[in-house]
């Protein structure tokens, strides 16, 4: 094939990197309409940071089709998951589990190399070579700790929201993410205080 | 730079590291939604009957095959691949914006591809067919280059003119099918030549094998594509639309839709009338 098809088109969206709203965090109660939101535009506004989270906890490979498999299962229980506080929070538990699945890994990793055989061209681009060592030594530690990091760095979550998510107590989370930092400033040759 | 300070800098990067096409992603999740699901009603279809056949208690004869069975296009494996997400990170697919894409076919396709259909559907984009499924029945479109006519033992039929025009009157003179004339149209700006199809009723289950498809599953051959077989099954609508193109031999635009819904393939036409080819 020739080289045009492998460029990337300016029409593709960019991850907005903007704060979500109160409701998607979860925050807030529903609305006293009691209307729920429709899954399409969670779907719309969601992804790309389910995607943010999906490469973080797995890696490039596979990535898509991890925050796919999460925003499918949304999808199959939407009207249950609608109606929860923190839709967005009960999809990215999900996203969570299937990386930390065995299983899902392997079966991830194995679709990749699938469509790979098929489609021998296809291009993961990558990160800044600091960035892509950094996350896969985060992928290296204990899961709560890469969850935790991923988490809070990656989606920029507060820790209130973290622990939330991960069910636990937020002295948990902190306690993870000083361990991460430790580990993580250890294993890259970084100081682990901030500058 | 401190761990701290690192794992901002990695974040911002990951953050604002270029996605996947969401709206064809939505798409993507609506189409696997419909086709998992209808897999799972297959599923419990074929174990109901597969009790009623051990059981005794019913004589199929000729009758009609359910609606199981959908275009997988020509596919040298058996195991489709899952659809991909991000589909402007395929090779072979160039993102124009507003829904149109450019497939690197041998004959680059330009589609713009309506709601409620699939980018890239199937397998995938290869470098002589792409497919869109729509995402609310078991129907498509699919686009295949380099087609010739299939014999009934999926084999290269004998005798049939290798141009578009002989294909589709070999493909209406086929007597397990009921074909409307053949008549000229054009597809994408190209001159071509169209005929609809459906099985006769009471047809026997297809003498042959399809890609794609499991194997104890039959059909009646229709285009083969070096060695790739696709055909048509009891309770399908297709319309096939070939044109010749001096790279990429006989090309057919394949409309089809299971279900004998009303509608059905006119609703396809959409998806077909956003095709276009370079210098149409």
């Not at chain 1, 009691?34 to 506004?45: H, I, L």
């Not at chain 2, 009646?220 to 044109?243: C, E, H, K, L, R």
Request: overall charge positive; hydrophobic content about 40%; glycine content about 10%.
């Amino acid at each position: 094939m020739t080289k045009p098809f492998r460029k990337r088109a300016s029409a593709v969206l960019q991850l907005v990197d903007e704060q979500p709203s109160a409701a998607a965090l979860g925050r807030s109660a529903p609305s006293p309409t009691n209307e729920v939101e429709g899954f399409d535009a969670f779907y719309r506004r969601e992804y790309p940071r389910l995607l943010v989270l999906a490469r973080g906890l797995i890696g490039p490979a596979g990535a898509e089709d991890l925050a796919q498999e999460a925003m499918l299962v949304a999808y199959r229980r939407w009207d249950h998951i609608a109606w929860l506080d923190s839709p967005v929070g009960y999809v990215r538990g999900i996203c969570l589990n299937k990386a930390h699945s065995t299983t899902r890994r392997l079966f991830t990793e194995g679709r990749a190399l699938q469509r790979y055989a098929v489609r021998p061209a296809a291009r993961v681009d990558a990160l800044d070579p600091d960035s892509e060592r950094y996350w896969a030594e985060v992928r290296r530690l204990p899961p709560r700790q890469a969850q935790a990091t991923v988490l809070y760095y990656a989606l920029d979550l507060p820790v209130a929201e973290v622990a939330a998510t991960l069910g636990c107590a937020e002295g948990s989370v902190k306690s993870h993410l000083s361990r991460a930092r430790a580990t993580l400033a250890l294993r890259l040759g970084h100081t682990e205080e901030p500058s | 730079m401190s761990v701290h300070d690192l794992a901002r800098a990695a974040s911002a990067d990951l953050r604002a590291h270029p996605v996947a096409d969401v709206e064809a992603g939505l798409d993507a999740l609506f189409v696997a939604h419909t086709r998992r699901r209808r897999t799972t009603r297959v599923a419990i279809a074929s174990a109901a009957a597969v009790a009623v056949l051990v059981g005794g208690s019913a004589v199929t004869g000729l009758g009609r095959q359910p609606s199981r069975l959908e275009p997988t296009g020509p596919t040298t494996s058996s195991t489709p691949v899952p659809q991909a997400t991000g589909v402007c990170h395929d090779a072979l697919v160039r993102c124009l914006g507003d829904r149109t894409y450019v497939f690197g076919l041998s004959t680059p396709v330009t589609w713009q591809i309506p709601q409620g259909y699939g980018v890239n559907s199937g397998v995938g984009a290869t470098s002589h067919m792409v497919e869109s499924y729509s995402s609310s029945g078991p129907d498509g479109v699919t686009v295949m280059e380099g087609v010739k006519a299939a014999s009934q033992t999926s084999r290269l039929a004998a005798g049939v003119p290798d141009t578009a025009e002989g294909f589709v009157r070999w493909l209406a003179g086929r007597p397990y099918l009921v074909a409307s004339p053949v008549r000229r149209v054009t597809v994408g700006g190209r001159d071509a030549w169209h005929v609809r199809v459906t099985l006769r009723p009471h047809v026997a289950p297809g003498p042959g094998r399809c890609s794609g498809t499991p194997g104890a599953q039959s059909c009646y051959p229709v285009t083969w594509q070096a060695g790739a077989i696709t055909g048509i099954w009891s309770d399908m609508n297709a319309d096939y639309t070939a044109f010749d193109s001096p790279t990429a031999g006989t090309v057919v635009v394949w409309s089809w839709a299971f279900g004998h819904v009303p509608g059905d393939l006119h609703r396809n036409q959409r998806a077909v009338d956003g095709l276009s080819w370079g210098g149409s």
